[in-house]
């Protein structure tokens, strides 16, 4: 069977490839020397007023967190500390990870830094970053020149700059 050569299929696969070989090398563990440092996992929702972050950090002293916010980035870091070394005994399973971790994310709209609030409950660290005023959605009336009929609709300001 013949099958058309498409060079941009071909450069899809390659891209495939690539980005799983880089997945498998971060993601396994090199020896019981050199661990990756722990990938922690988020959750980011936006609504009007603005933006919720859980971040799934299990193990970890709440006093051991670092959280800054500067210029629409977001970045969380710390160090989970591992358990006692068994020493008189050998693992035969080790998965959790242990070491420095970072995680920055970029918000897509400016936040009110002064505002943010941080809580950490059963490993679960929440955010919550209220929107700037200039961020939020903005109700403008529109009124007809027929009658006094008047429409509402949203404007955001940083979908309309020039």
């Not at 918000?107 to 929440?126: F, H, M, Q, R």
């Amino acid at each position: 069977m013949l099958t058309r050569w498409d060079p941009f299929r071909e450069m899809f696969n390659l891209r495939s490839e690539m980005d799983r070989l880089f997945d498998n090398f971060f993601d396994t563990q090199l020896s019981d020397w050199a661990a990756p440092s722990p990938r922690i996992a988020l959750d980011v929702v936006e609504d009007e007023n603005g933006y919720q972050v859980q971040a799934a950090i299990p193990g970890i002293d709440p006093d051991d967190l670092e959280i800054t916010y500067n210029n629409n980035f977001l970045t969380i870091q710390g160090e989970v500390k591992a358990d006692r070394e068994v020493e008189e005994s050998r693992y035969h399973l080790r998965e959790r990870r242990y070491g420095k971790f970072v995680r920055t994310i970029t918000l897509p709209a400016e936040v009110n830094a002064d505002e943010i609030s941080a809580s950490y409950k059963a490993g679960i660290l929440t955010l919550h970053l209220p929107k700037s005023e200039e961020a939020k959605p903005k109700r403008i009336p529109v009124r007809t020149q027929d009658s006094r009929q008047v429409i509402e609709g949203k404007f955001k300001e940083s979908e309309h700059r020039n």
